[in-house]
């Protein structure tokens, strides 16, 4: 023996000699005889439990190469002691749980027993049948005489890889303890205590160096999401592998996250961790599987055995705000301003959260915003400099999104020291009038923005929250302390609005003395109008219940002292008979809507009836002029509910139309209103339900014939043809109570609707009308229609490169819709495409009220094909190009194509036994509005009305026989050709 070896004998000699082995009770040693003692003498042959492990998960390996729970035993005689008649137990109720197998300890030797439940002795190991828990439990050794060996009592374990053994030497000696390095089949030694607090593990040094727990701006994942994170440093001069360790917030749960394979921190290095829950690493990320909340109390690094590395009591850090390691001295904690994740802690530091707080702190700010036009018609940016230095803004991006931080990259301006600089949020790239100011390439929106100053490091230096704005009001920081966002107005200072006024009926019908209640926020001083009027202080105040005796329009406003007044509601109140369509109802102050100065309904004071309608555009008349009112829009379903509102502005739409009666509106959802477009299925099995302008149409100068003409003649090529066509849905429309006749809502054709029909971004729309010229997009229009007319088309290479820049089938369906129904304003033509040329040009098809007329569809001289086939222009004195149509049918492919293409719509689309029966749906579902259009407008009279109906449905009829005769016309082709071509048989007579 050693003379280790020796002490060991000795030790638990003398322990046996006093009192039962620390940690073994006192008394019941004998499970055979009640009260037996074995403290008396002992035989030099014992057997001894020395050590043992609860909770093993990466120490010693078993021949199945699994971390099995272990039991030490060892011989303390001086001779070889057979185990055969022992038994291991962690039962004392059953004492002979397992029987160990006649395995000879040498004399002062060690045996590793595996308590893993296996109960086998196979590749000279012995393994028990029961497992040890590690919430910890009694383990005995009895001897053959049915006496203890050993009773050990094994506290649950705080820590994984930790043993619990015999202390040998020191003023612990024969005591068990706690053993920070484990050391199965050798003497214990090293780190012990009696708790885990006490162990000294050999961990590496790793600091937890910054953490962030409420990240909004400061950085996002690749997946462009904003988690929080925490930065571990690594101040050593070797790379420290820390695969398997682990990351928790919950003490109780020290293994709640453990970081995968391969995942080092070189000397001096950093590594980032995003508390994201979403537990995964990529080649430039690692995520735990854990977030951050506010109750968060500690976040703790622990090594592969679950021993504290590092940790952190958290504190609840206002947004963007910091907590890290002063890198002179890592015992104190500080908080950044701007913070550092994944590099070390070089920015200033705050010993007091309150600093890191305040602007001051941050250099660089955004001070002000307004999202109404300036004095130029601007939005405005303003940045404060807080330093006594100037700052230069070169390599700077501000933008409205952190995906792209450098929206807008400044190459020129500086902030003074202790001043400011406007910045004008204009969407004009630096193309402004002002060599010397700054034009960013976005405009801010009334509904609020986040706003991204971002240094040329790529840091976010600063970030605003504008909150929602409007015309006089502008947001902004108020000093240079706190960081909190305050509204400006009229020279004063307010920290928000004041809610919105609630009315005891969202509208729509209700009987003849109602009384009306309106209630507001408490401290709300509540002001109305019944003229649909914008109300103010100088409007009635609400005092009590307003009797409603007839259909009004009821608009409030809410005022408080050191608030801004809130939204302007409106509310529509129907004493009418129920209409069976939905409801449209406008309320906007009646002097910019019918007063003879400033009407946009109106003639004005300029401009009579007696005036031709060049006179009236020269004059002008007051709804030639371009002028937009702002209005308050309610949308009813059909049954009366209000299921929309929202602010817009409103205009007169169209061009001859405009001097009719019954005029078009158009309406245009704003930003400078406070939305940007309405989300809402206005159109039945239409899959687009955003819209940013819409339009009531009256039947533009049909309205006073048939009304529904344009609005079908989209509808019957809308599903079948390749063209851009305006939705409609007919509806009764109110302005300001008053009941204003039966209109279409149409979709409207502009940069928007492109964005959601075709996908491309309304600022790479390119929109041609006729034959404008006006910019580089344009020319590359009339480039293509150049090279058509310069280019022999019959050859396939030719051809070929006309497809490649334009949709063949939207050129085909535009002619082939423009013939069919003889469209005489052709002039309104409209082709698109997006700016960047990713999208082949492709057709619009609108303007229609004058198509499918009396004396054109039924006079076979009335050609369109023979225009398309002759390149003889079209339109009003034949002045738009046919160019395009007509290089199609040069070419023997393009021809055929057209040719079999109309046929296939002709037997489809275009068929009496399709238009007949959608005419006469869309005549009955307006047909109950029409007696109050008559009594509101005087027209169409019903004998017009009956007229231009019964002429539309035999214009349906007899156009099949008509394109027959064209085509004979166009094309030279024969009776017996366009009878096979057009085989069109329907049960429809005239």
């Known amino acids: 023996m050693n003379k280790l070896t020796l002490k060991l004998c000795a030790l638990l000699t003398a322990l046996a000699l006093i009192i039962p082995l620390a940690g073994c009770s006192g008394t019941d040693d004998n499970p055979s005889a009640s009260n037996s003692n074995t403290g008396g003498e002992t035989s030099s042959q014992d057997i001894y439990i020395t050590e043992i492990m609860s909770s093993n998960s990466t120490g010693l390996t078993d021949a199945d190469g699994e971390y099995s729970d272990w039991i030490e035993l060892y011989n303390a005689s001086s001779s070889r002691i057979s185990l055969s008649g022992y ?104 780190s012990h205590a009696q708790s885990i607090d006490g162990l000294q593990f050999d961990t590496p040094l790793l600091y937890i160096n910054e953490y962030m727990n409420s990240n909004t701006y400061t950085l996002y994942d690749s997946e462009g999401d904003y988690n929080d994170w925490v930065e571990i440093y690594n101040p050593g001069s070797e790379e420290i592998d820390l695969s398997g360790m682990y990351l928790t917030d919950d003490l109780s749960e020290v293994d709640k996250w453990q970081i995968p394979g391969d995942v080092k921190i070189a000397a001096g290095g950093c590594l980032l961790i995003f508390l994201s829950g ?17 109750t968060d109390e ?122 400011t600089l406007t910045l004008y949020a204009a969407g004009l790239n630096n193309q402004g009038s002002d060599r010397n100011s700054i034009y960013l390439n976005f405009k801010v929106s009334t509904s609020g923005d986040e706003l991204y100053l971002t240094d040329p490091n790529g840091r976010t230096v600063d970030a605003f929250s504008t909150g929602k704005l409007r015309e006089g009001v502008s947001s902004g920081r108020e000093g240079t302390t706190l960081a909190d966002r305050v509204y400006f107005s009229n020279g004063g200072t307010y920290t928000g609005y004041i809610g919105n006024a609630s009315f005891s009926t969202t509208g729509g019908y209700v009987q003849a003395g109602y009384q009306l209640s309106i209630t507001a926020p408490s401290g709300g001083i509540i002001y109305y109008t019944t003229d649909g009027s914008e109300p103010n202080r100088n409007s009635s105040r609400y005092s009590g219940p307003i009797t409603i005796n007839k259909s009004t329009t009821v608009r409030a406003v809410v005022y408080a002292d050191g608030m801004l007044n809130s939204d302007i509601r409106s509310c529509t109140l129907l004493i009418e008979d129920r209409h069976s369509l939905p409801i449209v109802c406008l309320s906007s102050d009646p002097d910019g809507l019918f007063s003879v100065q400033n009407g946009i309904f109106e003639y004005g004071p300029n401009a009579n009836e007696d005036m031709s309608i060049e006179q009236l555009k020269d004059a002008p008349a007051n709804f030639y002029r371009d002028w937009e009112r702002q209005a308050n829009i309610e949308y009813f379903t059909a049954d009366g509910v209000k299921v929309l509102e929202f602010p817009a502005g409103i205009r007169i739409h169209g061009d001859y139309s405009r001097i009719e009666k019954q005029k078009s509106i158009a309406i245009q959802i704003r930003d400078n209103y406070g939305r940007k477009g309405v989300d809402y299925p206005f159109f039945e099995g239409n899959e687009v339900t955003h819209f940013e302008s819409l339009l009531l149409h009256s039947g533009g100068q049909d309205w006073k014939w048939t009304k529904i003409k344009d609005a079908f003649i989209s509808k019957m090529v ?35 609707y492109f964005e959601t029909h075709d996908g491309i971004d309304a600022d790479n729309v390119t929109i041609i009308k006729g034959n404008a010229n006006n910019s580089a997009a344009h020319k590359s229009f009339r480039d293509l229609e150049k090279y058509a007319e310069s280019h022999d088309m019959s050859t396939k290479e030719n051809y070929q490169y006309l497809c490649e820049h334009v949709d063949i089938y939207s050129l085909i369906d535009w002619w082939i819709a423009a013939s069919w129904v003889l469209h005489t304003d052709s002039g309104n033509i409209k082709v698109y495409a997006a700016s960047d040329g990713s999208t082949k040009w492709r057709w619009v098809f609108y303007d229609n009220d004058w198509s499918l007329w009396k004396g054109n569809y039924d006079d076979p001289d ?28 040069q070419n023997s492919e393009g021809k055929q194509l057209f040719i079999e293409r109309y046929a296939m719509h002709v037997q489809n689309a275009l068929h009496p036994d399709r238009t007949i029966p959608l005419m006469e749906s869309m005549f009955a579902e307006i047909e109950s509005e029409m007696p109050r259009q008559r009594e509101r407008w005087g027209a169409p009279s019903e004998s017009t009305f009956n007229t231009y109906k019964k ?19 166009a094309f030279g082709m024969s009776r017996a050709e366009v009878d096979e071509l057009f085989t069109v048989e329907t049960k429809y007579t005239e």
């Open 298 to 419: 500690i976040l703790m690094l622990s090594d592969k055995q679950g021993h504290k590395i590092d940790s952190v009591a958290l504190k609840n850090l206002p947004d963007n705000i910091s907590a890290g390691r002063n890198p002179q001295d890592p015992s104190v904690w500080e908080f950044y301003a701007l913070p550092t994740p994944g590099a070390a802690n070089a920015s200033t530091g705050f010993s007091e959260l309150m600093t890191a707080s305040q602007l001051i702190n941050r250099g660089l700010w955004i001070s002000k915003v307004s999202a109404t036009p300036d004095d130029d018609g601007y939005d405005t940016i303003t940045l404060f400099n807080g330093t006594d230095s100037d700052i230069s803004l070169a390599g700077y991006g501000i933008s409205k999104s952190l995906a792209d931080p450098y929206r807008y990259t400044f190459e020129k301006g500086a902030v003074p020291a202790g001043g």
């Open 718 to 752: 809308q599903d079948d043809f390749e063209l851009a066509v305006m939705d409609s849905q007919p509806c009764a429309v109110y302005i300001n109570g008053e009941y204003f006749g039966l209109y279409y809502l149409r979709e409207k054709i502009n940069e928007s």
């Open 87 to 190: 038994y291991l137990s962690d039962n004392e109720q059953r004492p002979q749980k397992f029987e160990l197998p006649a395995y000879t300890m040498e004399p002062g030797s060690y045996l590793v027993i595996f308590a893993s439940g296996k109960n086998k002795m196979a590749d000279s190991e012995i393994h028990t049948n029961f497992a040890i828990s590690s919430k910890g439990e009694t383990i005995t050794l009895l001897k053959p005489d049915g006496t203890y060996a050993s009773r050990v009592e094994v506290p649950e374990a705080a820590s994984k890889d930790i043993s619990y053994g015999v202390v040998l030497e020191g003023a612990d000696a024969g005591k068990f303890m706690w053993f920070a390095v484990p050391t199965p089949g050798a003497t214990n030694s090293g």
């Open 278 to 294: 979403k537990d995964k690493k990529t080649d430039t990320e690692l995520h735990a599987s854990f977030g951050l909340s506010k």
């Open 951 to 969: 002429r539309l449905r035999e214009a349906l009829l007899k156009k099949p026989e008509m394109v027959k005769l064209n085509f004979m016309d």
């Open 862 to 889: 009335y050609n369109y094909l023979y225009k398309m086939a002759n390149n003889i222009g079209h339109g009003v004195g034949k002045r738009f190009r046919s160019i395009l149509g007509y290089s199609l049918l």
